[in-house]
């Protein structure tokens, strides 16, 4: 089966340039202003808090348990929602507890003692600073990752490919961050790894399409940087869009089978795939037109470097060869 | 068929090497080294405790003031007014002639401690470097206590672990239900705390109408007795002796009434200041008192020598065992808190394994379909690529004895979406070549050449990504970084030099005229 067709005529795709930018321009600015008014919904593991699960024989009586709860000057503010299913809430609150012996599942039980015949399932309580350590070290990753990318994309290719390829990063982030925050979805950890994934995937995405401009830029005979980036990129949209399709699929099922656990974690995912698809074609590569990438100085340099290997042998041989 | 090449066999090899390495994993057999389901899937109880060593530090006082009061008595140094206060240890030396002897003692047998003397008056205070030893103890002790306990519970490989300066982690699996593991955290918060303490005879008549400033005054304490919630003594808060003298603990049962009870030992210097005591108290009463709360205070009859006590309550057997656990494993010198807790009951976790499961399968089988549909034969060979990469990375994690978590498993399902993408490129540059007019091997070998630099970048960097995620995360998170990480470094075997190898070996049967059931391509007839 063949969708891209071998002799698919090559897209204008510098050409639309500044329209596709307008677009992603304004996608950045209303995430920004998404996280900025409604801001991150930051779940118990960055903000401290409780989770009981509670499974019922049959319907979960919510109200009941709404009211329970209410009576319970400490609970203030608990909120409680159905949970995957409808014989099974999830009761999250602020209030956490230090005593080891006694906690919030001991009490919840007898709290919620009446209400029907119930299991709590699980239960997670994390601590103000545990949940503040936790979010810094999340900060760390993400710069830390970032950093390292940067370093091996310059040491790679070039300084303006790394430079393009982390600001199509950062935009692929800012609208998975803006999705997050329209969607008010708990931010857990899970969520945290689920946009390091996509800064890993965004990256994967853009570095084989930089590599094949790379190529294109030996290749083609063309100095117009315009043109050697619409063959590129027209060369590898199979490549991209099948792979992208492939993860979409398993991160797809991921969302519908993976159970409520993993909710937040393939939804993250579900964005990133797509925006990161969309970047790596449409993005990264015009960063890399306005940032003046000269593909003159690209090819003098290459030849410098391929001069100097040259040079380098030769001294080798001569040495080797005893004429030195 | 063609000739067997190096690639085909490393890839032979590397499949073969992942399946039966699997094996173990995959059967649950009780033989062979095999991938651990993390706490999430298999349920359990994780916590991340921290210790409170401001007790400690109290305590460590407490202790000194014990020690004071013996050094002191032994000598027939006569003295009042020892108290514990403001972090300080202060007592009067009633006879000045005693004050060098004093002196001598003190410099002798307190070391590390800050003494400050105002006439016969003494304070001593711990220097910042006993109170630093202090709480780094206080925090190493608390790990080997918890582990001692959890152990002796008869749990199945609980983990402890001090995690950073001053957490400790603790992960047990296998908690079944709820009251079971309130019991466990019960065993792990009892400080057991074991004092032999004095009653105040002389003020004890007065202790209902006593606050506890007040007792402090005399350096007494009031405590509570434990089955009776009114019923409260009056006593002095410096110890005889404390659970640190111990030697061992057991449950015993009364003769008469069978009610379950806890006889412990003494080592040989608790049982001589023990039966010292006891011969010196002869008419009064002596509380036993554990975590502050008094749970006998019998009159002393006569000198007890051998150092055999008993702690009767209205204990249950449950409760005389864990008692008894906690006081054979050693006191906690300071209380522990929870920061963290994460429990997840065994219907939760038999849950997650089942929901995430059923999306590894839907994931590879829909990966599967669509790499034959799209590419034909060399869909095929990717797929094989993709099984022999799933059993390699289920071996690797196998034999480092690699913890499973819910992400992990998450990360197994990503890595089967993006493992499949090495194949993608490699078969999009063949076909390419081939559409040009190159022969099949040229445009296997030009294909393989003109993916790898690709694939070689993409791969490391988001390896990088996974790399620090591992270093930085937490918990479950690793497990995610962790399957990510081997999951692309398996890829690059078997998805680059496997297939490659695959190619080569089956190139005699490759068909240049049947280019679309071994590519997937329409055939460009009359074209070169």
């Known amino acids: 089966m063949e969708v891209f067709k071998h002799n698919q005529p090559i897209i204008g795709f510098m050409s639309n340039a500044k329209k596709v930018g307008t677009f992603s321009i304004l996608m950045i600015i209303a995430s920004i202003v998404l996280i900025a008014t409604k801001g991150l919904n930051y779940g118990i593991d960055f903000a401290g808090g409780t989770i009981v699960q509670v499974k019922y024989e049959g319907k979960a009586p919510i109200h009941k348990v709404r009211e329970a709860l209410s009576k319970v000057k400490s609970y203030e503010g608990a909120t409680v929602t159905f949970f995957g299913s409808d014989s099974e809430i999830a009761i999250r609150t602020k209030s956490t507890t230090k005593s080891v012996d006694s906690d919030v599942s001991d009490k919840m039980r007898k709290i919620l003692d009446g209400t029907g015949k119930f299991k709590v399932r699980g239960v997670d309580m994390v601590g103000p600073a545990v949940g503040d350590e936790l979010r810094t070290q999340g900060l760390m990753a993400m710069v830390l990752s970032i950093i390292g990318i940067l370093i091996y994309i310059s040491f790679r290719f070039e300084w303006r490919f790394a430079l393009a390829s982390v600001m199509a990063l950062i935009h692929d982030v800012t609208i998975a961050t803006g999705a997050l925050a329209l969607t008010q979805i708990d931010v857990n950890l899970p969520i945290l790894a689920a946009i390091l994934t996509i800064l890993g995937y965004s990256l994967n995405d853009t570095v084989i399409v930089f590599d094949r401009i790379r190529d294109g830029i030996r290749t083609i005979k063309s100095t117009n940087l315009g043109d050697v980036i619409d063959e590129s990129v027209t060369r590898t949209l199979s490549r991209t869009t099948l792979t992208s399709l492939t993860t979409f699929f398993v991160v797809l099922t991921l969302y519908l089978f993976g159970g409520e656990a993993l909710k937040g974690f393939s939804f993250t995912l579900l964005v990133g795939v797509v925006v990161g698809t969309y970047s790596s074609i449409f993005v990264a590569s015009p960063i890399l037109m306005w940032l003046n990438f000269s593909i003159e100085e690209f090819r003098a340099n290459e030849a410098k470097k391929a001069k100097r290997e040259k040079e380098k042998e030769k001294m080798r041989a001569m040495y080797e060869h005893g004429t030195m | ?528």
């Open chain 2, 1 to 528: 068929m063609g000739t067997l090449n190096y690639r085909v066999v490393i890839f032979a090899f590397a499949f073969i090497f992942g399946v039966v390495f699997s094996i173990p994993s995959l059967t649950q057999s009780d033989s062979g080294k095999k991938i651990t389901l993390g706490l999430d899937l298999q349920g359990g109880l994780h916590m991340l405790l921290s210790v409170k060593t401001e007790v400690a530090l109290e305590s460590k006082l407490k202790s000194i003031g014990t020690s004071v009061k013996y050094v002191l008595e032994n000598d027939d140094i006569v003295f009042d007014d020892l108290k514990i206060d403001n972090d300080l240890v202060s007592f009067e030396v009633l006879d000045e002639d005693d004050i060098p002897k004093v002196d001598k003692l003190l410099a002798k047998d307190f070391k590390d401690i800050i003494l400050t003397k105002k006439g016969s008056h003494y304070a001593l205070s711990l220097s910042q470097k006993m109170a630093k030893e202090t709480e780094k103890h206080a925090i190493d002790q608390a790990v080997d206590t918890i582990r001692t306990r959890l152990n002796m519970f008869g749990l199945a490989e609980p983990t402890v672990a001090k995690q950073g300066e001053d957490k400790i982690l603790v992960e047990i699996p296998g908690v079944k239900t709820a009251q079971e593991e309130q019991r466990i955290r019960a065993l792990i918060a009892k400080a057991a705390h074991l004092q032999m303490m004095a009653v105040d005879e002389d003020r004890a008549n007065r202790v209902y109408s006593m606050t506890q400033a007040e007792a402090k005054s005399f350096g007494d304490i009031i405590l509570p007795d434990v089955s009776e919630k009114d019923k409260k003594y009056l006593l002095s808060s410096i110890p005889i002796l404390d659970g640190s003298m111990l030697t061992d603990a057991k449950v015993g049962y009364e003769r008469k009434t069978n009610r379950p009870l806890v006889n412990f030992t003494l080592d040989s210097q608790g049982s001589k200041i023990f039966g010292d005591f006891t011969g010196k108290s002869v008419g009064k009463r002596m509380a036993v008192v554990l975590d502050d709360e008094v749970y006998t205070a019998p009159n002393i009859v006569q000198r007890i020598g051998g150092g055999r006590v008993q702690i009767t309550g209205n204990f249950t057997p449950q409760e005389a065992n864990d008692v008894a656990i906690a006081l054979r494993s050693g006191s906690l010198l300071a209380p522990v808190q929870v920061e963290e807790k994460r429990s997840v009951g065994p219907s939760l976790g038999a849950d997650n394994i089942k929901a995430s499961s059923i999306a590894l399968v839907v994931g590879f089988v829909l990966v599967i379909i669509f790499m034959v549909l799209y590419y034909g034969m060399a869909g095929v060979i990717a797929n094989v690529a993709l099984v022999a990469n799933l059993f390699l990375l289920l071996a690797i994690m196998s034999l480092a004895g690699a913890t499973l978590t819910l992400p992990g498993m998450a990360g197994i399902v990503l890595t089967v979406g993006m493992a499949v993408d090495a194949n993608v490129i490699i078969n999009e540059r063949i076909r390419e070549l081939l559409h040009e007019g190159s022969s099949i091997t040229k445009a296997i070998e030009q294909g393989y050449n003109n993916a790898f630099t690709a694939i070689w970048d993409a791969n490391v960097t988001t390896l990088i990504a996974s790399v620090v995620l591992f270093a930085y995360g937490t918990g479950p998170i690793k497990g995610f970084a962790l399957t990510m990480s081997i999951g692309i470094l398996a890829s690059m075997l078997t998805a680059i030099l496997g297939t490659h190898g695959i190619y080569q070996w089956l190139l005699p049967k490759i068909d240049k005229n049947r280019l679309n059931y071994w590519f997937g391509i329409k055939q460009n007839k009359g074209a070169k």
